[in-house]
């Protein structure tokens, strides 16, 4: 079991890591594809985000994995809001593009499995 993980450090100030950058700016319908290097593989990251739900599909080649997952907007938000770090589904897609695009140190994708949590 592998769990995408996406980390934001709780003394930051998220809105300091916002690029004004058209590309980041979040409009729903959105799709988008990265290959990303794990710490243990290079995956494609597949996101098809609506303006209620976020999927995300991980496919790494070698072995032959998947991992999908399907996110409704108002969980995401919820789950941040847990956090300690509120966030609109809106900006948490901003974040998710820029952990993906490795544009900021502070902000980060991972692929966690079961021992890592």
Known sequence: MNTLAFQIPKESNTQDHFYSAHSLQ???????EHKIQFSSLLATVQIDASDFDLKIVVLNTSPC?????????????????KTGLPKS?????????????????????????????
């Open 26 to 32: 979040t409009g729903f319908p959105y799709k988008e």
């Open 65 to 81: 994995q998947m991992w999908k997952a399907e996110f409704k907007s108002a969980y995401l938000e919820d789950i941040c809001r």
């Open 89 to 117: 589904y809106s900006d948490f897609n901003i974040l998710l593009k820029q952990g993906l695009r490795s544009l900021s140190q502070d902000v980060f994708v991972d692929l966690l499995n079961l021992s890592d949590l």
